[in-house]
């Protein structure tokens, strides 16, 4: 099994920052992808950054220049640095890590946290 852990939620406020880690432990040959998405009240969740095993990461238009994704891959984990904080990044965010379990099969099994909060007040 493999289990996911994020920390470093909270309450911030607006222009403020927050740093998010995320920890993939377990039944883990190697690890393809890790993500962050988020959820706010009453939306579908989305992406907001990913990065590979080769460090290509993506953004959300909407974090571009203020967050930043980086991964430990020795340690299995990932950040989220997120500066300069809007009421609208207001949400419950999530890691995902895309999970290789064993040398024998090429399959990567998508593994979730339980999120984090994140509020920013204006």
């Known amino acids: 099994q493999v289990q996911v852990v994020e920390s470093g939620g909270g309450l911030v406020q607006a222009g403020g920052s927050l740093r998010l880690s995320c920890a993939a432990s377990?039944?883990?040959?190697?690890?393809?992808?890790m993500a962050w998405y988020r959820q706010a009240p009453g939306k579908q969740r989305e992406l907001v950054a990913s990065?590979?095993?080769?460090?290509?990461?993506n953004y959300a238009d909407s974090v571009k220049g203020r967050f930043t994704i980086s991964s430990n891959n020795a340690k299995n984990t990932v950040y989220l640095q997120m500066n300069s904080l809007k009421p609208e990044d207001t949400a419950v965010y999530y890691c995902?890590?895309?999970?290789?379990?064993?040398?024998?099969?090429?399959?990567?099994?998508?593994?979730w946290g339980q999120g984090t909060q994140v509020t920013v007040s204006s």
């Open positions: 995902n890590a895309m999970v290789r379990t064993t040398a024998s099969r090429t399959t990567s099994y998508s593994y």
């Open positions: 377990g039944s883990i040959f190697s690890i393809n992808r």
């Open positions: 990065v590979t095993s080769t460090d290509s990461t």
